[in-house]
């Protein structure tokens, strides 16, 4: 192999494919990353098993090949090279690198050594806008249970309904869903378990990135891909594993009807709930009172260690008066995801879920189950 980057496009890669690689005793090859030419461009892979990652550059290929290195070396010694042209070469597994002042020599391995990265059948995509991808998975991903005593509660369900994509995750004591809009309609409905890192992964990768994004569902793998701008070539691919199992019927646990709707402003409840937050007791309660004639929304917080906190904010108030407790971090994860400066606080009765809405929006919501008196 014998190529001519620029610095630039290869660092941009590497920092990319370099966040899947892991470090491993039993398989330490899970530490290098693949370099191979392909036509006009150096594609460079990296796997942790449950993640794969396929990233591609142009370059000038001088001589076609392939070889294995250590990523986050390789890594380092690009960033620190001054000239922005670069000359790569593999000979005998020794990876020569080279610039107008700088030249080192790094041992490689065989490409046959590195794992393959699984290929989806190709099928037709749906496709998604990369950046409202992004903010669905950022809405939603604080809500996946770290618990591993349901697998299929420890990802992000996408369910593909039409034009629509739904995002839900759950950790049993909240909710949350994302209706994102799809290029297309789809014909037949589909949907999958993502596993949390992968989303996590995806949201880095594609939060900066313009273009739209194909997502090809395979039978126990996913595949997102974002195309080049200039050229029809693939610029990444993600290959994740999906989680198995059946995510529950979340739809039937939605609330219906309301004793109490809340309107109130975000930024105005958020920092109650956090100034509470500093006096709440071992089990994060939050206290909250409604009052409907006063038009008022009344937070306290007691810990007999700390003190107490006392706060009232105005808000309008339809239906009954009602006391209630939440996990004030349930409170401002919900909170900290709704983009409109008002909110819609709607309460179904003192021990029911609690939903928590962006107003004069319908794309989002947030149920969370409250403390329940003893």
Known sequence: MKIIILKENLVKGLSIVNRFTTKSITLPILNNILLSTESNFLKISATNLEIGINFWSLAQIEEKGEVSVQGKIFQDVISLINSNQINIREHNLNIEIESKKYKTKLKGRDPKDFPIIPKIEIKKPFIVNSKNLASGLEEVIDNV???QA???????????????????????????EKKISLKESIK?????????RTARELINIIGNYSNEIRVYIGENQVMFEGQMEEVDHPFFQVVSRLIDGEFPDYEKIIPQKF?????????????????????ANKINEVHI?????????????????????VSSVECQVEGVDIEISFNYRFLISGLTNIRTPEVSFSLTNSEGPAVLSPLGAKDFFYIVMPIKSS
């Open 289 to 309: 009172r409604v009052n409907k004639e006063r038009g008022e929304l009344k937070i306290t917080a007691q810990n007999p260690e700390v003190g107490e906190s």
């Open 145 to 147: 249970s770290v618990s």
């Open 188 to 196: 037949e409905p589909s949907s999958f378990i993502l596993t949390a």
């Open 259 to 279: 004793q109490t709707k809340i309107i109130i402003k975000k930024d105005v409840l958020l920092n109650e709930v956090k100034k509470a937050s500093i006096f």
């Open 150 to 176: 349901r697998p299929e509660l420890s990802g992000i369900l996408f369910k593909i309904e039409g034009d629509i994509l739904k995002l839900v995750s759950t950790d049993s004591f909240r909710l949350s």
